[in-house]
Structure formats: C-alpha cells, structure tokens
C-alpha cells in the first residue's frame, strides 16, 4: 500500500530545496543589505523604502522561494520525527496553510494600493 | 540476541562536531520557519500607520524583542553557513573527514561571529 503521507516524488522535492537554497543564500543576504543601510528611524522614511515596484516584487518572489524551501524542509523534519500517518499529516497541513497564509499576507501588504497607490 | 547497549536518551548521545552542525542546521531551520508568520505580522503592523511603525519599534526594542532578533539572527546565520557547506558537500566538495570537520568548525565560528557582531549592535 502507498505510504499516506509521503508523496514519493523525493528527488524532485530534494532539488526544490537545493534550487532555493541558492535563490535565498544570494537573495535574504541582498535584502537584508539594503534594509540595514537605510534603517529608518520614522513612518514615513520606512515606508518609502519599500517605494520601489522592482523591490517588492524580489520581496515577494524570495518569499515565494522561501516557503517552498521551509515546506521542503518542514516535509523532512515530519517524515523523521512524526510516526502516526494522521497527525503528520495534520501538522504538514498546519504548515503548509501557515506558510502559503503568510504569502497571501505578504502580497496583500506589499501591493497595497492604499500604501503606494496602485502601479 | 546479545543485548547490545542503546542510548535514545538525548543527553547520552554524543555527537561528533559534524553532527551538531546538521542536527543545528535542521533546529535553526526550524526556528526560522516559526518565525516567517511573525515577521509577516511585524512587517503588517509596521506599515499600517504611524501608531503601528512606533509598535513594531517598542517590540524590537523590549529585551524580550531583541533576544527573539539574537536567536532568529544565530539561527538564519547558522542555517545560511550550514546550508552553504551542505551545498558544497552535494557537490562532493569537502567530503574527506578531515575536511568536513574543518569545515564543521569553520559553520560554527562564523554563525557565533555574527551572532556576536549583532549582538553588539544590538545592545550597545
């Protein structure tokens, strides 16, 4: 019988993780350059960093790579530590909601017309 | 059968240094996932209007706040460092013992280094 909770396409999941490993290792570093540089102490000086369109779309796309990696990671951590067939698959459910949940939230935050006006 | 000693007791088991380095590497993996929904909320909050920007900068800057950022800061330094040399070892570069415990060392010090460097910033 086919395992319930595994998904049996390994290697594909493995260089998924390995693909946006290298993404966020130049991605995260780049970012957190060009945050730690300005380091706002004001509403209005915060805000405008994230004026530029080109930026928010690398955010959201690192993001995107982001949560693909965690679930890659979140996936490994289950299958070795989580027995029951059930309760992995309720936890990797909880993750998988928490992580696509964040991106939603991420994109609505940064697309936000009433913060940039629409572009 | 010979009974044969098992040791599942955690703190019985003695890793050797290229062990600490993975089983690290998948902890602070996971810290780092726990973290991505309340960086999604503090970036949420501090965009939201001025109220919620000085919000954000209380958290922050509670002591409570800037242990969160030194643990989050060790672990993304460790995961980057650790993950990097995992790459590398993919790429069966650094696979002799020799090396990989070098290389094990090398993970260690610079994630304590920046851990280090931040925690300078952070509470000076």
């Known amino acids: ?119 | 059968m010979p009974q044969r000693p098992v040791y599942l007791n955690l703190l019985r088991i003695r890793l050797p240094l290229t062990g600490w380095v993975s089983i690290l590497h998948r902890l602070s993996g996971g810290l780092l996932f726990l973290a991505v929904p309340f960086g999604v909320l503090g970036l949420s909050q501090s965009l939201s209007d001025e109220a919620g920007f000085r919000r954000v900068a209380e958290w922050i800057g509670h002591p409570l706040g800037k242990l969160f950022l030194l643990i989050l800061t060790w672990a993304f330094a460790h995961h980057l460092f650790a993950g990097l040399r995992h790459l590398a070892l993919d790429a069966h570069w650094g696979l002799d013992l020799r090396q990989a415990r070098r290389s094990s060392i090398a993970v260690l010090l610079a994630s304590a280094l920046v851990t280090l460097l931040f925690a300078g910033k952070l509470f000076t």
């Open chain 1, 1 to 119: 019988m086919k395992s319930a909770s595994g998904s049996h396409t390994g290697t594909g999941v493995w260089l998924l993780q390995r693909a946006t490993a290298l993404l966020l290792a130049l991605a995260l570093p780049g970012l957190g350059v060009y945050f730690l540089a300005a380091r706002p102490t004001d509403y209005p000086g915060w805000q405008s960093l994230f004026e530029p369109l080109g930026l928010r779309v690398l955010m959201l796309l690192t993001v995107a790579a982001l949560t693909l990696h965690a679930w890659a990671g979140m996936r490994d951590i289950l299958m070795d530590y989580v027995r029951p067939t059930g309760l992995r698959l309720v936890l990797l459910l909880a993750v998988i909601v928490t992580l696509a949940g964040s991106v939603a939230w991420l994109a609505a935050i940064l697309f936000n017309p009433a913060l940039w006006g629409v572009t």
